[in-house]
């Protein structure tokens, strides 16, 4: 079965950092990008960041309001993606999913998800 | 940032019922759309990418179309395990933007 198992959330206090992993089993993550999505409670979908793969040299991109603070990287030889989050603000509580991007297509569209690791920043 | 505007925000709807829901780009996204469904405490799920093609696995009563600023996904006949939240999103460029989400409920 293809799949995506988040970890590494948790309780954190603001300023504090954590970092979120996602392993892949079924398939090989090396040939897909990885993306990082969160929602707030109640709330909607926010993209927060997308690695691509060893071939497009791990270029990555992230959202405007975790830059400098969270950073995307990749572990080709664990199956696993990773997001570092420094300098955690309450307004970073949410729970965080990775998707993956299998489809053969000119974007990169997520088509396989976990089901996402919540983070909590209180103190 | 480009802004995606779902409408409507919500809607009630019978089972049987064909349903159909908007997503508007503040400009144009060529035909970078997807539609995502999900259920309470679940991970988001592609129904359609590029607009208007059908995510393997997805039932055919899911279709989606348009190009440019204005898109609809059309649920031809509402099954009672449609009932959830349908989000667009734009990968025209980055950040890649979520619409607010329509939230299809039981009427």
């Known amino acids: 079965e293809v799949q995506l198992v988040e970890s590494g959330g948790g309780l954190v206090q603001p300023g504090g950092s954590l970092r979120l992993s996602c392993v892949a089993s079924g398939f090989t993550l090396s040939g897909s990008a990885v993306h990082w999505v969160r929602q707030a409670s109640g709330k909607g979908l926010e993209w927060v960041g997308r690695i691509r793969t060893k071939d497009n040299n791990y270029a990555t991109v992230d959202a405007a309001s975790v830059r400098g603070r969270f950073s995307i990287s990749r572990d080709d030889s664990k199956n696993t993606a990773y997001l570092q989050m420094n300098s955690l603000k309450t307004e970073d509580t949410a729970v965080y999913f990775c998707g993956a991007t299998t489809i053969p297509a000119s974007r990169y569209y997520i088509d396989v998800w976990g089901r996402g690791t919540t983070v909590i920043v209180s103190s | 940032d480009i802004q995606l505007t779902q409408s409507p925000s919500f809607l009630s709807a019978s089972v049987g019922d064909r349903v159909t829901i908007t997503c508007r780009a503040s400009?144009?996204?060529?035909?970078?759309l997807a539609w995502f469904q999900q259920k309470p405490g679940k991970a988001p799920k592609l129904l359609i990418y590029?607009?208007?093609t059908l995510q393997s696995g997805v039932p055919s009563r899911f279709s989606g179309s348009g190009s440019g600023t204005e898109f609809t996904l059309t649920i031809s006949t509402l099954q009672p395990e449609d009932f959830a939240t349908y989000y667009c999103q734009q990968l025209n460029s980055y950040p890649q933007t979520f619409g607010q989400g329509t939230k299809v409920d039981i009427k």
């Open positions: 590029a607009a208007s």
């Open positions: 400009q144009g996204i060529h035909n970078y």
